[in-house]
């Protein structure tokens, strides 16, 4: 039987797990900046002209739709990832390995923020640790195997030392750390075949590129606030706020605000951030002006928070942070929106269109955000060859 044609020296064996691969990394399915902003421009228009209610709640449905397909697209990316682990890696993936290596490292870093989020008695050490040390190391190609096998062991045994609540998390990293090894493993052997370099720049690279993005959102998250405050969706104001939370500083089960990335957030400010929080939660303000109020100083903390975590401490992992971080925004985002299309039949046309100004500065930002998102997430990645010439 003939062969089928495939991309050069990717072996029939492989091809539906590259094809699946390359449209998970590479393309976030029917998610373009072009769409983004259509969608946008119709919802605005049919606001604005008081066109059917039935067009603006499929609008809606549609950004929501977006939102859960590029979550969707992070989580094939991983799964596909970890199914490469049980391949043997082929000539024709070594176009692919530096992005899957990548990838994987970033996409499991995050899930080790949310195991020590829960359990904070393992030890911040250990966290600090993983984050700032093991997980770089990994991607240094001054290494060898043996070095990094090495320090993935002492990582483990690191938590062996742990107690109580600590016995959860080792239990649940172990897997994890047999995951790592696999990986370096695997990379090392391409590596050694291919005589290619682990480009340390590219993730560095990140960090440059995504500053915009950093001061998109946070300026988001403002504007998110206020979004919620003019359109009086006090139900799920609270919600709006921790998901913006969840990528900038997060709380634990023991209600103490962490700074999951590099403890750059002075305590003064986290305990000013809380505490805000607490009263908006817990008793909104009678007088609109002062509720708005309220409101802006809590965004004014949040961007502050925010901003400490942009330099030189950031890590690979921020990338999928801030990919997560859209996401969040944008789900809360068509929440409001789902509220205000349901309450258009209850409230007089100037009510609705007095609101709209906040509504049209809040699409710009988000115009601006997602286009940065689909821009940085389709970046082709491709290893640099080791030369050999003296």
Same mark, same amino acid.
Request: overall charge neutral; hydrophobic content about 40%; charged content about 25%.
């Given at each position: 039987m003939e062969?089928?044609?495939?991309?050069?020296?990717?072996?029939?064996?492989?091809?539906?797990? $590259?094809?699946?691969?390359?449209?998970?990394?590479?393309?976030?399915? @029917?998610? @373009?900046?072009?769409?983004?902003?259509h969608t946008l421009e119709n919802l605005a228009t049919y606001m604005n002209s008081g066109k059917s209610q039935v067009d603006l709640k499929a609008g809606v449905k549609d950004l929501n739709d977006r939102a859960v397909a590029i979550d969707r697209s992070l989580t094939t990316t991983e799964n596909l990832l970890i199914a490469l682990l049980d391949e043997k890696f082929d000539s024709g993936f070594k176009r692919e390995l530096e992005?899957?290596?990548?990838?994987?490292?970033?996409? $499991?870093?995050?899930?080790?923020?949310?195991?020590?989020?829960?359990?904070?008695?393992?030890?911040?050490?250990?966290?600090?640790?993983?984050?700032?040390?093991?997980?770089?190391?990994?991607?240094?190609?001054?290494?060898?195997?043996a070095d990094k096998l090495a320090r993935v062991q002492k990582f483990k045994e690191s938590l062996d030392k742990s107690v109580g609540p600590a016995d959860e998390l080792r239990q649940r990293v172990e897997k994890l750390t047999s995951g790592l090894q696999g990986v370096v493993a695997?990379?090392?052997? =391409?590596?050694?075949?291919? $005589?290619?370099?682990?480009?340390?720049?590219?993730?560095q690279d990140y960090d440059t590129k995504l500053k915009s993005l950093d001061v998109t959102i946070g300026d988001l998250a403002?504007?998110? =606030?206020?979004?919620?405050?003019?359109?009086?969706v006090t139900s799920t104001f609270s919600a709006v706020v921790k998901n913006v939370g969840e990528f900038i500083p997060e709380w634990t089960d023991d209600n103490v605000l962490f700074d999951v990335v590099n403890l750059g957030v002075s305590r003064t400010t986290l305990g000013d951030?809380?505490?805000?929080?607490?009263?908006?939660?817990?008793?909104?303000? @009678?007088?609109? =002006?002062?509720?708005?109020?309220?409101? @802006?100083?809590?965004?004014?903390?949040?961007?502050?928070? $925010? =901003?400490?975590l942009v330099g030189d401490n950031r890590t690979a992992n921020h990338a999928l942070w801030q990919f997560k971080a859209v996401t969040r925004v944008w789900s809360s985002i068509s929440t409001d929106l789902q509220a205000s299309a349901d309450r258009l039949g209850k409230e007089d046309e100037h009510l609705l269109k007095a609101r709209l100004e906040t509504m049209s500065e809040l699409y710009k930002s988000l115009i601006l955000a997602l286009k940065e998102y689909d821009r940085l997430f389709t970046v082709s990645v491709r290893p640099t060859v080791r030369s050999w010439n003296r």
């Open positions: 062969r089928p044609s495939l991309t050069p020296n990717i072996p029939a064996k492989y091809a539906s797990t $590259h094809t699946a691969l390359q449209r998970a990394i590479s393309k976030p399915p @029917t998610l @373009t900046s072009s769409d983004i902003a992005s899957v290596v990548e990838l994987f490292l970033v996409s $499991h870093e995050a899930r080790i923020y949310r195991r020590f989020l829960g359990y904070p008695s393992a030890g911040i050490e250990c966290h600090i640790e993983f984050v700032d040390n093991v997980v770089p190391m990994l991607s240094n190609p001054a290494l060898s195997k695997r990379w090392q052997q =391409a590596v050694d075949k291919y $005589h290619m370099d682990v480009v340390v720049a590219r993730i403002t504007k998110i =606030a206020k979004l919620a405050v003019a359109l009086d951030v809380k505490n805000e929080l607490d009263e908006i939660y817990t008793g909104f303000d @009678t007088q609109e =002006a002062e509720r708005d109020d309220a409101v @802006t100083k809590l965004g004014s903390k949040i961007k502050q928070a $925010h =901003a400490s």
